[in-house]
């Protein structure tokens, strides 16, 4: 099964952090699963570094290394279809980086591995229990 991994899932995967679910965990760490990280998420992350509010344990090219390869998780491009449908995405959820993860997983129809609830109000399948 193909999961997309929202941002904050990611940065718990990696850390070890108790607040991802035991549920997430074990999709993420099954290696029959095709595990996605979306670009968006490294920019978020990238942005939230710069501004204070976020460390990472590694420099950005060895974090993806690292943690992004190093897990066999895939980084997923934006593509044009993503933000066609981010046009036109009615706007229940604020942040834009999980707006543009939304689309992602709407247009190529993957799950989103997120705690978020307010992913809820969208047309996609929300994975977190």
Do not use: C
Request: a negative charge.
């Amino acid at each position: 099964m193909k999961l997309l991994l929202d941002t904050h899932t990611f940065l718990w995967f990696i850390g070890g952090d108790a607040a991802l679910s035991s549920y997430a965990r074990q999709l993420i760490e099954d290696s029959s699963n095709e595990r996605l990280l979306s670009i968006a998420s490294l920019w978020e992350m990238a942005i939230k570094v710069s501004l204070g509010r976020l460390t990472v344990p590694l420099p950005f090219t060895d974090l993806v290394a690292e943690h992004v390869y190093g897990n066999a998780i895939d980084l997923f491009r934006i593509l044009p279809l993503h933000l066609d449908i981010l046009t036109t995405l009615p706007f229940y959820h604020k942040d834009p980086f999980d707006r543009l993860i939304i689309a992602q997983g709407q247009a190529e129809d993957i799950p989103i591995l997120s705690r978020d609830p307010a992913f809820d109000d969208y047309e996609i399948r929300r994975l977190w229990t």
